[in-house]
């Protein structure tokens, strides 16, 4: 095989074992890498109604088709389980380099399966798997916990080359909002992932590889790389805009168009927004650039707060911890965001879900419903102190983070005000404000795995194309026409083409789809057309919400927050409406093949191959 | 008519001298666009990027005329999400 590693390495924690199996080629060719590939397993062995913080639920790292290859922004891997946040299919994606020494190492997979009696870290050195004793690093931060495992290694250049995927106190606690960290910032955050890898003790996956990654046609593979290299070079917006400013690039231009949230959702485009922009952080903070494996853009970095009660070097944050830490929670000073995300990043903790429950939290004491006496402190909105305590609390199940670390509305429901927690199955919402962009808001509504606005980027022709072009791609942000089609679409071709091979889909502003499909068609060889791999992402797209239909979410969950449905958009192009999902879902579960209560028909199953597998 | 205008990015070298928090405000004559709005700040021709006047977003080159107290953002191409 080439691009694919060819092997799959299923670790049983239960009994202290280890299996390596062959990667079927026509499974690879069917679904591809990443989610796909772990889609499919966890379809087939997972149970979809079991205790997803139990011993049936297996944990799964899948790298992109094209990690290792040298494709641009090949690196992009997914962790996947059974989510114990949405009870429904769980897949956080992660860049930075640790995929990079999993395929390097011979691995496209590692499934891990029950639950090791005590804490354990399984160690990849190529062909020598070992899963050793983690007593030591049990209780250790994200950070501490890669210092100490390179600090065990005697050569100091292969400490350098080894890179660490692992939990923090978040994940150890079973906190259903824990992300799964590797390279100390790079975060699988969503799903609550890092509890299910809490669950079954496992602190640490630690890989070192020296294999080459083969590429069926080199010369056409180098050609195409070459293509995309120079098509990134030659566009202004992803060659300097971005890796100047990063994802935050877009919090001034999204707060000006009402897409923004500020304060829990409940207020948009306010002049504030510019403290906390990435344009704020790049000229104050930002240290220098740091790229994940094989990119050109290199949008992170060290950030630097030099004193005051954020002191501290954190990462940079992305545009999501930006909009929801920041303005969402009425925070408008960078130093406390950095914090913030510093401090999520350390404990190993999704920056969004945890954003989404601060927020929330400072309502419900603005409001009067959360009374200072059980939150400990002032919980007003700006208060950057309170944002760093309260994650803090939740890593360690203190305070109200016992019911911040149960997720979703929990908090909410305590105090009486399901509906101030933002976010759709249980998942907080994401920096997008739906009141100003219909087919952000389907699409966040539709995603499989939750409030997730990373299936679909909807905004690249709702938003970013009337300002930056091109503009026969621009759409009516707030018009229902065509957009459960352009959705769909959209879905469809990102899982496969952009997710599942292993492109990143920042890159996507640099090197557009028909770059990067001759990149997958040549690393692998597989005569793919187009159509095929979109139709695989369409098979992949059913059978996670096969998944999740199975586990007993329902045409109920697809629902937008209802402050976004019944809150009028106070500006942007929505100014004085709101966006009916409730219509456009019909179309779009029409147009899926899907039946009125969203359910895939049997026909539609068995037109991607998938017969028998109904309700 | 006047006009606010705010400079994001690399459109902050535009700001007439002396403007704080990155904006400032702009005399334009009636009926003036936002072509004229570009020529009177000095934003050469090939200085691209786009804007959002008044919380609706246009590309560089719109005819969108201008009205007094309309608030003009000027944004680098961004992305990402």
């Not at chain 1, 966006?579 to 093949?593: A, C, I, Q």
């Not at chain 2, 004229?36 to 934003?43: E, F, H, K, Q, V």
Request: a negative charge.
């Amino acid at each position: 095989m080439h691009a694919w590693a060819g092997k799959i390495l299923r670790v049983d924690l239960s009994e202290r074992e280890y299996d390596i199996e062959d990667l079927d080629p026509y499974f690879a060719k069917m679904y591809i890498g990443a989610q796909g590939t772990a889609t499919r397993i966890l379809y087939d062995e997972v149970d979809p109604t079991i205790d997803a913080l139990g011993e049936e639920n297996k944990l799964i790292f899948s790298t992109g088709a094209l990690v290792g290859t040298g494709a641009v922004t090949g690196i992009r891997s997914v962790w996947a389980a059974k989510s114990p946040l949405t009870g429904g299919i769980a897949f956080s994606n992660v860049g930075g380099y640790f995929p990079a020494e999993v395929k390097f190492a011979g691995y496209d997979m590692i499934i891990f399966e029950g639950i090791a009696d005590d804490p354990v870290m399984l160690w990849i050195d190529d062909d020598e798997i070992e899963i050793m004793d983690a007593d030591h690093l049990w209780g250790k931060d994200v950070f501490e916990t890669e210092d100490i495992i390179k600090s065990e290694i005697d050569d100091p250049w292969k400490a350098m080359d080894t890179r660490i995927a692992s939990i923090g106190p978040a994940g150890e606690n079973l906190v259903k909002i824990a992300a799964i960290m590797s390279d100390k910032h790079r975060a699988a955050a969503r799903c609550g992932i890092g509890a299910v890898m809490g669950s079954k003790n496992l602190k640490a996956v630690v890989a070192h590889g020296t294999k080459d990654v083969s590429v069926a046609v080199p010369e056409a593979f180098n050609k195409s790389v070459n293509a995309a290299l120079g098509a990134i070079r030659a566009s202004e917006r992803a060659s300097k805009v971005f890796p100047a400013y990063g994802s935050a690039g877009l919090v001034n231009f999204y707060n000006e168009v009402g897409l923004l949230p500020h304060m829990n959702f409940k207020k948009m485009a306010l002049p504030e927004a510019h403290k906390i922009s990435g344009q704020a952080v790049a000229d104050g903070y930002l240290i220098r650039n740091q790229g994940c494996f094989s990119c050109p853009m290199s949008c992170g970095g060290p950030a630097e707060v030099k004193e005051g009660p954020f002191e501290g070097v954190s990462h940079r944050p992305e545009y999501e911890t930006h909009a929801l830490m920041g303005p969402n929670c009425g925070i408008y000073d960078p130093e406390a965001l950095l914090k913030g995300n510093n401090e999520c990043n350390r404990l190993g903790i999704d920056t969004m879900d945890m954003a989404c429950q601060v927020s929330c939290a400072m309502e419900l004491y603005e409001e009067g419903h959360l009374p200072e006496s059980d939150a400990g402190m002032k919980l007003n909105f700006g208060n950057g102190e309170a944002l760093v305590t309260l994650i803090q609390q939740t890593a360690y199940r203190e305070g109200l983070g016992e019911l911040i670390a149960e997720g979703g509305a929990t908090l909410a429901e305590k105090y009486g005000q399901p509906d101030l927690f933002i976010g759709v199955k249980k998942m907080g919402y994401a920096g997008y404000d739906a009141r100003n962009a219909y087919g952000m808001a389907l699409g966040v509504v539709t995603s499989t795995r939750g409030g997730c606005h990373c299936r679909a980027y909807t905004l690249v022709r709702e938003a970013l194309a009337h300002a930056f072009g091109p503009k026969e791609m621009a759409v009516d942000p707030v018009s229902m026409q065509g957009k459960a089609e352009m959705l769909m679409m959209m879905q469809n071709m990102q899982t496969a083409l952009v997710d599942c091979a292993g492109f990143c889909q920042f890159s996507m502003s640099g090197q557009p789809p028909p770059l990067l499909f001759p990149q997958l068609a040549t690393a692998t060889g597989v005569n793919y057309t187009m159509p095929e791999v979109v139709i695989n992402g369409e098979r992949i797209w059913n059978l996670q919400k096969m998944f999740n239909l199975k586990a007993g979410i329902t045409k109920a969950d697809d629902v937008l927050p209802k402050r976004l449905r019944e809150e009028p958009a106070t500006a942007g192009p929505g100014k004085g409406k709101n966006p009916d999902v409730e219509t456009m879902l019909k179309y779009y579960y029409m147009l899926r093949g899907w039946d009125e209560e969203g359910v895939p028909t049997p026909q539609k199953l068995a037109e991607l191959g998938l017969e028998g597998q109904g309700l | 008519m006047q006009v606010e205008v705010k400079m994001f990015m690399k459109f902050r070298k535009y700001l007439p001298p002396d403007s704080k928090n990155d904006m400032a405000v702009i005399t334009l004559e009636e009926g003036a666009t936002l072509l004229d709005l570009r020529a009177a700040l000095g934003i050469p021709p090939d200085e691209h990027g786009g804007t959002v006047i008044d919380g609706v977003a246009y590309p560089e080159d719109s005819v969108h005329k201008l009205k007094d107290g309309d608030s003009v953002g000027f944004f680098a191409s961004v992305a990402g999400g």
